[in-house]
């Protein structure tokens, strides 16, 4: 099985607080997703802060 992540954040400031909880979720694993973590410029609506996309597969 493989899982892969897409994560967006609009601003610099929201990355601590993702980071934190992407921490304490995958803290017990010894076998991480792959990740990717891009800064956007914003999304349509102002009060969207972070987007994540979770692509699961068994192979």
Same mark, same amino acid.
């Given at each position: 099985?493989?899982?892969? &992540?897409?994560? $967006?954040? &609009? $601003?610099? *400031?929201? @990355? =601590?607080?993702?980071?934190?909880?992407?921490? /304490?979720?995958?803290? &017990?694993?010894?076998? @991480?997703?792959?990740?990717? *973590?891009? *800064?956007?410029?914003?999304?349509?609506? @102002?009060?969207?802060?972070?987007?994540? /996309?979770? @692509? =699961?597969? =068994?192979?």
């Amino acid at each position: 099985m493989g899982v892969q &992540n897409i994560v $967006y954040v &609009n $601003y610099r *400031l929201h @990355l =601590a607080g993702y980071m934190k909880v992407r921490d /304490e979720v995958f803290k &017990n694993k010894t076998i @991480l997703p792959s990740s990717t *973590l891009m *800064l956007v410029s914003g999304f349509t609506k @102002l009060k969207f802060k972070v987007k994540i /996309e979770v @692509l =699961a597969s =068994a192979f």
